[in-house]
């Protein structure tokens, strides 16, 4: 497999208009040539921690096992993820910029009007159920109602961790070897990951198949769009923060 981790002979693969540090990495060899047993160890590693997330449980307050499901859930993928690209794990990471943050906040906006609306649309056409982390926070002090709100921004950061690896290991193999272009590429990986992030929803919602791909696949690719316009995973965390916060901070407000 280190074969597969090469050194890119140029940059004449990236897009026109997009620097080649703020271009979707890899897909066209830059900064390295990855292949597909690389990308296989990174998605296997998204699932480990995914599956961490979901079955590890901690003695004690909620927000305890939320936190310790979340350092499984962003780092067992991480791990992962800088082994099979030494050196370039950062390329999803960069630091924000003011123009960043109000893309941010942007973006949280739209994320919520959308959800608004496909919460409407679910309702229409199946028994939705709600998030029980609604009811939890509502039976809690203040003391852990704080502490849940910040286990979740880590959580958060693990759900982002859990989308934008495959989205990008679905984009390398969408230009790599479907031949296809970076556009429609891209198109593909993002509705994928969406449907895939809406599936590990299920458990949540009952089950419920229809309100998790019209409520939580519409969301994310809202979310993702994010990291997509940005190429930048701090602006898709921090949406999915602040959106979080605020459809679970509205009711305790109300109430």
Same mark, same amino acid.
């Given at each position: 497999?280190?074969?597969?981790?090469?050194?890119?002979?140029?940059?004449?693969?990236?897009?026109?208009?997009?620097? /080649?540090?703020?271009?979707?990495?890899?897909?066209?060899?830059?900064?390295?040539?990855?292949?597909?047993?690389?990308?296989?160890?990174?998605v296997?590693?998204?699932?480990?921690?995914a599956?961490?997330?979901?079955?590890?449980?901690?003695?004690? /307050?909620g927000?305890?096992? !939320?936190?310790?499901?979340a350092?499984l859930?962003?780092? &067992? /993928?991480?791990? !992962?993820?800088?082994?099979?690209?030494?050196?370039?794990?950062?390329?999803?990471?960069?630091?924000?910029?003011?123009?960043?943050?109000?893309?941010?906040?942007?973006?949280t906006?739209?994320?919520?009007v959308?959800?608004?609306i496909?919460?409407?649309?679910?309702?229409?056409?199946?028994?939705?159920?709600?998030?029980?982390?609604?009811?939890?926070?509502?039976?809690?002090?203040?003391?852990?109602?704080i502490?849940?709100? !910040?286990?979740?921004?880590p959580?958060?950061?693990?759900?982002?961790?859990?989308?934008?690896?495959?989205?990008?290991?679905?984009?390398?193999?969408?230009?790599?070897?479907?031949?296809?272009?970076?556009?429609?590429?891209?198109?593909?990986?993002?509705?994928?990951?969406?449907v895939?992030?809406?599936?590990?929803?299920?458990?949540?919602?009952?089950?419920?198949?229809?309100?998790?791909l019209?409520?939580?696949?519409?969301?994310?690719?809202?979310?993702?769009?994010?990291?997509?316009?940005?190429?930048?995973?701090?602006?898709s965390?921090?949406?999915?923060?602040?959106?979080?916060?605020?459809?679970f901070? &509205? /009711?305790?407000?109300?109430?």
């Open positions: 497999m280190a074969a597969s981790l090469t050194p890119a002979a140029s940059q004449e693969g990236v897009a026109p208009h997009a620097t /080649p540090e703020r271009d979707f990495p890899f897909y066209n060899g830059v900064p390295v040539q990855v292949g597909g047993g690389r990308w296989a160890l990174v296997l590693g998204v699932l480990a921690g599956a961490a997330d979901l079955l590890v449980d901690v003695p004690g /307050p927000w305890l096992s !939320v936190l310790a499901r350092a859930f962003v780092g &067992i /993928p991480l791990v !992962v993820y800088a082994l099979a690209v030494p050196g370039h794990w950062r390329t999803i990471f960069h630091r924000m910029t003011g123009r960043e943050v109000l893309t941010m906040l942007g973006f906006a739209l994320s919520l959308v959800s608004s496909a919460g409407v649309i679910a309702g229409l056409v199946t028994q939705t159920h709600a998030n029980g982390m609604g009811g939890v926070l509502h039976g809690m002090g203040i003391g852990d109602r502490m849940t709100f !910040v286990s979740m921004v959580q958060l950061l693990g759900e982002e961790i859990f989308t934008i690896l495959p989205l990008l290991a679905v984009l390398w193999f969408a230009v790599t070897k479907l031949r296809l272009p970076r556009t429609a590429a891209v198109v593909i990986a993002w509705v994928v990951t969406a895939l992030f809406a599936l590990i929803h299920l458990p949540t919602y009952g089950w419920n198949i229809v309100q998790c019209i409520i939580i696949g519409s969301a994310r690719l809202v979310l993702s769009l994010a990291y997509l316009v940005t190429k930048n995973l701090w602006v965390t921090g949406t999915h923060v602040l959106g979080d916060w605020t459809l901070a &509205i /009711p305790l407000l109300v109430s």
